[in-house]
């Protein structure tokens, strides 16, 4: 069966329309006369030999030609389907069995001819049929090249079938032998096509290409596929052709692509507006000649659909541009391709050539280059002269040439035309030199975008005169036109205007027409559709568009939109996809319908996501073999969910939708539904139920306004509908986009006589701005028309057709998608008269300063400015190599308006060369002279760079006022001031000096002690941290003197007491202004001032001023020789002027102080004001609560005229004196009055104080106390109650009281110097109380008193611990036998003085070891045992309340080592003391006692170890006998027993006692007196006689060290005092002489006793206990008593 194209096979109800009948027929025919061909290739090898040479013979003949046609035919109708290679076969068969019958298989050529020849005859009809089916289907097209055959089916669907079996076609005749040769097979993902561009709309382009390309060999007959295993286990598909198929093929292919050709022509021709064209040079390159080193540039321009893309080859090598950095250029624009060659050497000379190739084909031009070596004498830096501005040479491609000298003459002004209307515009160009042979470039631009020719713009250029016709003219021809004509590297251009008004509408009232219609975001069935909205509503305003629709190759118009959309873009849904569209929009009002807009550019309804899979898997070149990568989907596979879905566009009208196709979804075509809920519901509806989306874009309509909605997508496919995608999130209908705000600041200036320049400013917050429509109307004629129909982007726009003379008034309104603005304010009436001039060139370029890869540029305003003020600046740099400058490069598109610019992007370490020109409202003017050259390189120096913008202001004959303005390079640290230099003109560099010796903190200094006369010239250095930095450039000479008529700003305060500055100026041109600034910097918008300027006066009012309006105001006038004056207001000269202006404004009389009260001696109430000065006719109201007082009794007035004094005494006040009180002034004209509120709480007050005045005149009539009792504490801590009295004499006495106690004083005072004291010593809580001090005599008395309790008290009680604690001594060390003490004295202690100890920082803990107290005067700190721990430094902390006062001590080194070692010396030595050997008591020191009475004496004795006892008689020692028993027991009792004393007994008696510690002797006097009687017992001594209780006792210590009282000294610390503490031993009580030896024993024991007590080592005390004055050694020990 022969294979129908797929539209023909899936879609049979499309194919209707295009269907022939003769064609069915015929092809049915066909189909059935294929099966006859077997039998033809039986016959044999050499008759099929014989046959196929005649065949080819006979094809010149007409059967190649005629086949051909019928194969091209064929093919183009059905896609070049394998069914034209079917008819092909078919009818080569019918002319081989036509043979057979006529010449019995004759193998004759000439048979085979005729039959051929009658062959040719019975396919014309196939022929016809197929070129009628071909003219009816325009749209597609074919091409065949190099036997590759390229389709671009543009109305090709995807497949809704489930699955595409693969194409298995098998030959039909098995006996012929099958040949290795192979065709490729594309399926969906393997397909090879060339151009592939980087742009989403170059990728809409050539998916067309690829949709035919993928089914190039879909379908066909005679080919066979088989399965070949490799030994890598895949598959691949060999095709295998029979030779006579092959052959035949091959053949046919000869004939039939001249035929393809010729109908590609014809196919071009017939329909203009076709997708696809072949690439087409319109201007080739064109060959050079030039001299080496300088630049050349081929330049071509390609036209094709889509876009060509151009590659430069040199000697068929493709240029690399990465490869040669800098020296090959290669730009692209608007289908303008140039490939520059910069500085070109010999081996530049070559062949070039560019290639330009897209889906449809593959064209090139060629061109060559001949570089030429110079060998004159001519330097050769004048060969590159022509990259010079300056140089009046310069190289052609016919040698060394002047400069070409570009004019145009009979230029074609501002033109204005209609829609529908031919426009055209000429200019004629003469160039100097006229090279034949060389000719220009001419290329025209419009809004600096290139025009290329096309039905709607048509160039033309006669060799002389270039000219452009605008065959129908619509409001998008709008626009500045621009004719660029160029001769190599030089060009010059001239530009003009061209206005397009809108046609006539055919209903009157309606709108104009929309333009600019355009289609964004095409896919398969869907299209956004944009335009801009008219700038005529007709009068009434627009409701809203339609949008039309038109099928390329028809005229029926669709209407896309039921309703009227106001948003300026559509999206319009419901293509068919493959066919190209044009669209077109009317706009509608109340009036009707305007006129359709101009057609937009055709767009075809494909899927930009094949392109994309196309990308992704690019197939293998040709290799003889069809290899099969990837198989086939499986059945049944049910899409996943799309993704990304987002809401990318909303409006009232409608909400666009996109998303991303699924990830699973197999190789079948996928197609989506869209369903929507309303947000925070589940209920989802879907809104395309009938027809399934095929593109992943689509619009929803019929949304509630105002409501939210969430929308998500399901995909589906033949194995049915997949899962939903996550929903949007919600989204309220409603426009997203706002109508912008109307512009602001309308401003027009003078342009020439027939326009006006209009500047505006933006909008704030626009959004999307598409442009600004400009209305303009004669001032009171009420009719507004437009003055263009294009919006213009932009703030500035220049009105053309004004009549001269007349005034205009102009409003501007923005437009955005959303619609129009509303108009802006109407701006100020100007007159159209003549120009203003654009500004003479800026000079003296200088560089502020320099980094890595960006300077700073610096220069002066042009001489002349243009009547008008410079809106700005542009910046232009080129580079210098080794001197040769390159070409000029913009810097800054948008002007400057600072005279300083940051130039970015360059190279470092680069040599630049730069120009300035200045822009005002009249233009750009001429560019300044190149600066000199500047290296790109990083500043590194610490100074700062130079300042800049320095000018001169101000002139007069000895002084002016120099201004600049900071570097723009600080240095490595901030500027802190400027120095100003100053020379005479003609002065040598050496003259500079400076003129402030201190840096300037401000940037303006006013230049006193010129000479007149004498001209000077002025420089800038600014300093930091590191030093004074480079000088600004100079000053223009400036000449000393005052110019006649010069006048300076005048102050004046008016009648009504306005403040202002006035200036005048009668040099003025009609440009001029005032310019007003403070402290030099310009006045603008200040609330605070008002400016009002009038003829050639200029007045700035101060609406309040005050401090903030201090400062130097200065006015300049513009466009004159320099007219300036300032005027200074300091704090002195505001309070003048505010002084001046009340006095105008409130004529008073003037006060020198308000109306006051106060209260005199006896409480007498006086009221007193005092005016500067008064008049004889001056009078004073007295008014009391709105009544008027008179003088009186009760009120006593008075007016002194003479020093301008008012008062009034009033004796006492009462309480019906309540009120306010007034007084009234009155001198001539001049008024004033002053009052005073005395109510409530203020006259309470104020009648207290008349009492107690009073009261107190009378108390002071007697003794009376001047000061009240008050409090001192002394130099002593004693506090001192104290008061001074007066009006004292003898007879006065005083008298103490404390708690209404009477204190008795020793003394009486003596009233010395008026004070009585009363002092009490070491005071302390039990002084709390109240005291009183009473003075009487016989004329009165008087009292005070002073309560020192609870915040009294402590606040007295805090100021005496402050002295006490001032009174603290240094801290001291002293070392004791239990440790080391730190103690310091004070005057006296109280409890309320809080002592803290702090060691190293830290607060000391109290413990047994560490113990804080106060003795008596001393306070201290005890530290037992100590340890090298306790080193460091100790403070000791004396808080009286309020503060806290240190001392310190540093225990720690020396100091330390040094008590350390005497604490332990002193511990050892308490050590001895307390277990030396002693006798504790017993024994008397005398015994006197009869003869022949028994004497026992006894003691106790102590040591550790237990000492040895002995006995001596008068220092000689002896030994027990029977008459003398000494006993020693239990190592302490010690016996001395005599039975019967004799007068040999009597002598001194000593007991020694020893241990190793030392040694003690108790001495006792026996006395024996002879008596004659009885004889008794005595111990001790008898009743009668007395015993002296002095005890002699002799020590010896152990250790022969004891050497008294050691005192040790520490560098730094100021004093250490050791002491010995050791105990005095008891006294042993007089020996009581007793009967019997138990009363011996018992006072043994008692002794013993009052021992054990004395054994006891003393302690410190543990609390800070006041023990009395008791002298600190004793009791800081505490001696036992």
């Known amino acids: 069966m022969m294979s129908l194209p797929f539209y023909q096979r899936h879609h049979e109800h499309y194919d209707r329309a295009y269907r022939h009948k003769a064609l069915s027929s015929t092809v049915s025919q066909y189909q059935k006369e294929t099966k006859s061909k077997s039998a033809v290739y039986a016959q044999g090898s050499a008759a099929y030999a014989r046959g196929s040479a005649a065949y080819r013979h006979s094809s010149a003949a007409g059967f190649s030609l005629d086949s051909s046609a019928a194969y091209s035919h064929g093919s183009s109708a059905y896609n070049l389907e394998s069914a034209a290679y079917s008819h092909g076969s078919t009818a080569y068969d019918r002319s081989a069995a036509q043979s057979k019958r006529s010449a019995a298989y004759s193998l004759d050529a000439e048979s085979l001819s005729t039959s051929s020849a009658a062959y040719s005859h019975a396919s014309e009809s196939i022929n016809k049929l197929a070129a009628a089916y071909r003219l009816g289907s325009e749209a597609y097209s074919f091409g065949l090249k190099n036997s590759n055959l390229m389709i671009e089916d543009q109305s090709y669907k995807m497949s809704p079938k489930a699955k595409r079996a693969k194409q298995s076609l098998i030959s039909e005749d098995k006996e012929n032998e099958a040949l290795d040769y192979s065709v490729p097979i594309f399926t969906g993902r393997q397909v090879n096509i060339s151009g592939i561009t980087d742009t989403e ?28 295993a490799k030994t890598t286990s895949e598959e691949e598909h060999h095709e295998k052709k029979s030779r006579k198929v092959a052959i035949r093929e091959s053949a046919e292919r000869v004939a039939m692509k001249k035929t393809l050709e010729e109908t590609q022509a014809f196919h071009r021709k017939l329909n203009q507006d076709k997708l696809l064209h072949p690439p087409e040079f319109i201007i080739e390159p064109r060959s050079h000649t030039i001299w080496e080193k300088e630049n050349v540039r081929f330049n071509c321009s390609v036209a094709g659909w889509p876009e060509p893309r151009v590659t430069w080859y040199k000697n068929n090598v493709p240029i690399d541009v990465q490869a040669h950095p800098g020296k090959y250029i290669i730009q692209s624009r608007y289908g303008l391709h140039s490939l520059e060659i910069t500085e070109c050497d010999f081996d530049d000379t070559a062949q070039y050539h560019a290639s330009a190739m897209n889906v449809k084909g593959e064209v090139s031009v060629y061109a060559s280059l001949v570089v030429k070596r110079y060998k004159g004498e001519i330097d050769a830096s004048l060969l590159h002269a022509r990259n010079l501005s300056l140089s009046p040479f310069a190289v052609t491609p016919h040698g060394y040439a002047s400069r070409f000298e570009i004019s145009f003459v009979d230029k074609f002004d501002v033109a204005f035309g209609r829609e529908g209307e031919t426009m055209s515009l000429g200019c004629t160009v003469v160039i100097n030199p006229d090279i034949k042979r060389f000719k220009p470039d001419i290329e025209w631009y419009r809004n600096g975008v290139l025009i290329t020719p096309s039905k709607w713009v048509q160039m033309q250029w006669s060799g002389e005169r270039a000219s452009l016709t ?274 602001g600041r309308i401003m027009p200036t003078r342009n020439t006589d027939t326009s006006v320049v209009v500047t505006w400013t933006e909008p704030p917050d626009a959004k999307e701005l598409v442009g600004y429509y400009i209305e303009s109307s004669v001032e009171g004629s009420g009719r507004w028309e437009p003055c263009n129909n294009n919006p213009v982007k932009g703030t500035r726009f220049v009105c053309h057709g004004l009549s001269t003379g007349e005034k205009y008034i102009f409003r501007v309104r923005a437009v955005n998608a959303a619609g129009l603005s509303e108009f802006s304010q109407e701006s100020e009436p100007i007159e159209v008269k003549a120009a203003i001039a654009a500004p003479s060139p800026p000079y003296d370029i200088v560089v502020l300063e320099s980094v890595r890869d960006s300077m700073v540029l610096g220069w002066k305003q042009p001489e002349a400015i243009g009547g008008t003020e410079i809106t700005g600046y542009y910046v232009n740099y080129r580079e210098v190599v080794d001197g040769v400058p390159g070409k000029w490069k913009e810097a800054n598109i948008k002007a400057v308006t600072e005279r300083a610019y940051r130039i970015q992007n360059l190279k470092e370490n680069m040599v630049y060369q730069f120009q300035v020109a200045a822009a005002n409202l009249a233009g750009v003017g001429a560019p300044s002279k190149p600066s000199k050259p500047f290296k790109c390189e990083e500043w590194t120096i610490a100074v700062p760079g130079p300042p800049h913008d320095v000018k001169c202001t101000e002139v007069r004959k000895d002084s002016l006022v120099l201004l600049w303005k900071e570097p723009v390079y600080s240095g490595r640290s901030p500027i802190v001031g400027y120095y100003v230099d100053m020379k005479e003109t003609e002065a040598k560099e050496e003259r500079w000096r400076s003129v402030n010796e201190k840096p300037l903190q401000k940037k303006f200094l006013k230049i006193g002690g010129l000479t007149q006369g004498v001209s000077y010239v002025f420089r800038v250095r600014a300093t930091n941290q590191a030093g004074v930095g480079k000088p600004s450039d100079v000053t223009d000479a400036v000449l000393a003197e005052t110019r006649p008529g010069t006048k300076e700003v005048v102050v004046d305060v008016d009648d009504n007491g306005v403040i202002s500055l006035n200036f005048e100026c009668d040099q003025m041109s009609p440009d001029s202004k005032f310019i007003w600034s403070k402290n030099y910097e310009p006045i603008e918008d200040d609330p605070r001032l008002n400016i009002d300027t009038k003829g050639g006066k200029s007045k700035l009012s101060f609406k309040d001023l005050g401090e903030d309006d201090l400062g130097i105001y200065s006015c300049i006038v513009t466009d004159t020789d320099g007219v300036s004056s300032s005027y200074t207001i300091d704090e002195e000269e505001m309070k003048r002027l505010l002084a001046l202006s009340h006095e105008r404004q409130f004529p008073t009389v003037p006060l020198i102080s308000e109306l006051a009260v106060e209260i005199l001696e006896k409480g007498e109430v006086r009221f007193w004001l005092q005016a500067e000065k008064l008049s004889g006719n001056a009078k004073a109201n007295f008014v009391f609560n709105d009544k008027e007082i008179f003088n009186g009794e009760k009120y006593k007035m008075k007016v002194d ?481």
């Open 201 to 228: 709309e170059e990728r809409i382009k050539e998916s067309a290409a690829y949709v035919a390309k993928r089914n190039l060999f879909a379908t066909g007959e005679g080919v066979s596929v088989s399965k070949v």
């Open 470 to 743: 605008l065959t129908h003219a619509n409001k998008e021809d709008e626009g500045l036109y621009t004719l660029r004509v160029a001769m190599g590297e030089y060009y010059e251009e001239y530009s003009g205007y061209v206005f397009v008004r809108d046609a006539d509408a055919e209903i009157p009232g309606a709108p104009g027409a929309p333009l600019d219609v355009q289609c964004l975001d095409a896919n398969k069935d869907y299209v956004i559709v944009s335009w801009k909205q008219p700038a005529v509503d007709g009068g009434n305003p627009i409701l809203g568009y339609f949008i039309d629709r038109c099928e390329v190759g028809t005229s029926h118009w669709t209407q896309c939109n039921e309703n009227p959309v106001k948003f300026a873009r559509f999206p319009v849904t419901g293509l068919i996809e493959g066919r190209s569209y044009i669209f077109r929009v009317r706009a509608v009002n109340k009036a009707g319908v305007s006129l359709p807009s101009r057609v937009s550019e055709p767009v075809a309804a494909l899927d930009p996501a094949d392109r994309a899979r196309l990308r992704s898997h690019p197939s293998a070149p040709w290799t003889g073999q069809i290899i099969v990568t990837e198989e086939e989907p499986a059945e049944g596979v049910v899409p996943g969910p799309p993704t990304d879905l987002q809401v990318i566009e909303a409006t009232k009208n409608y909400v666009v939708l996109s998303w991303k196709p699924p990830g699973q979804r197999g190789h079948e075509g996928i197609m989506y539904f869209v369903e929507k809920c309303v947000a925070g519901t589940e209920d989802w509806q879907r809104v395309n139920t009938e027809i399934p989306v095929k593109s992943p874009r689509f619009a929803v309509f019929d949304l509630s306004e105002g409501k939210s909605y969430c929308f998500r997508v399901r995909c589906c496919n033949s194995a049915g509908i997949g899962e939903p995608s996550e929903a949007t999130e919600a989204t309220v209908v409603d426009d997203k986009l706002d109508i912008p705000k109307a512009p």
């Open 1201 to 1681: 005229k003479n020093t301008g004094l008012i008062e009034m005494i009033m004796d006492k006040l009462e309480e019906k004196d309540e009120g306010t009180y007034t007084f009234q002034l009155q001198d001539g004209k001049a008024t004033n009055q002053s009052s005073l509120v005395l109510i409530g709480d203020v006259f309470k007050k104020l009648r207290d104080e008349a009492d107690f005045q009073s009261k107190e005149w009378h108390r002071k009539q007697g003794p009376h106390f001047v000061d009240k009792l008050g409090w001192e504490v002394t130099d002593e801590c004693n506090v001192m109650l104290k008061c001074k009295v007066a009006n004292i004499k003898k007879e006065t006495h005083i008298v103490w009281y404390k708690d209404d106690r009477e204190i008795m004083v020793d003394e009486e005072h003596d009233f010395k110097d008026g004070v009585c004291t009363l002092l009490i010593s070491e005071f302390s809580k039990k002084d709390a109380g109240t005291y009183e001090v009473i003075l009487k005599d016989d004329r009165g008395k008087d009292s005070s008193e002073l309560k020192l309790k609870d915040t009294a008290f402590a606040d007295l009680m805090n100021e005496v611990c402050r002295r006490i604690a001032l009174s603290a001594t240094d801290l001291k060390i002293q070392s004791t036998a239990e440790g080391i003490r730190l103690y310091s004295y004070v005057t006296y202690y109280v409890e309320d003085l809080r002592v803290g100890w702090v060691h190293n920082d830290t607060q000391i803990k109290f413990t047994d070891r560490m113990r804080t107290g106060v003795t008596g005067e001393q306070i201290w700190l005890q530290i037992n045992e100590p340890t090298p721990q306790d080193k460091g430094r100790y403070i000791m902390e004396l808080f009286d309340g309020n503060t806290t006062h240190k001392k310190t001590v540093d225990l720690s080194g020396q100091a330390f080592d040094e008590a350390f070692a005497e604490f332990q010396r002193l511990k050892q030595a308490a050590i001895a003391e307390k277990n030396r050997a002693r006798v504790l008591g017993g024994l008397p020191d005398v015994v006197t006692i009869q003869e022949g009475k028994a004497l026992n004496l006894s003691c106790t004795v102590w040591g550790d170890p237990t000492p040895e006892v002995s006995w001596l008689k008068n220092e000689k020692s002896f030994v027990s006998d029977a008459n003398c028993i000494l006993k020693f027991e239990s190592g302490k009792n010690v016996s001395f027993s005599i039975s019967t004393v004799s007068t040999q007994d009597s002598g001194k008696y000593s007991i020694v006692v020893k241990n190793k510690y030392g040694t003690e002797t108790s001495d006792v006097t026996v006395i024996v007196m002879p008596v004659s009687g009885q004889t008794d017992t005595v111990q001790g001594h008898n009743q009668n006689n007395k015993t002296v209780s002095k005890k002699k006792k002799t020590m010896t210590a152990s250790k022969q060290k004891e050497g008294g009282k050691k005192d040790f000294i520490k560098p730094h610390v100021e004093e250490i005092t050791t002491t010995e503490e050791t105990p005095d031993p008891n006294e042993i009580p007089p020996v009581e002489t007793e009967k019997d030896t138990k009363s011996n024993q018992q006072a043994a024991k008692k002794t013993a006793g009052k021992a054990g007590v004395a054994e006891k080592v003393p302690q410190p005390t543990e609390s800070l206990d006041r023990q009395g004055k008791k002298p600190p050694e004793k009791a800081a020990l505490g001696k036992p008593h």
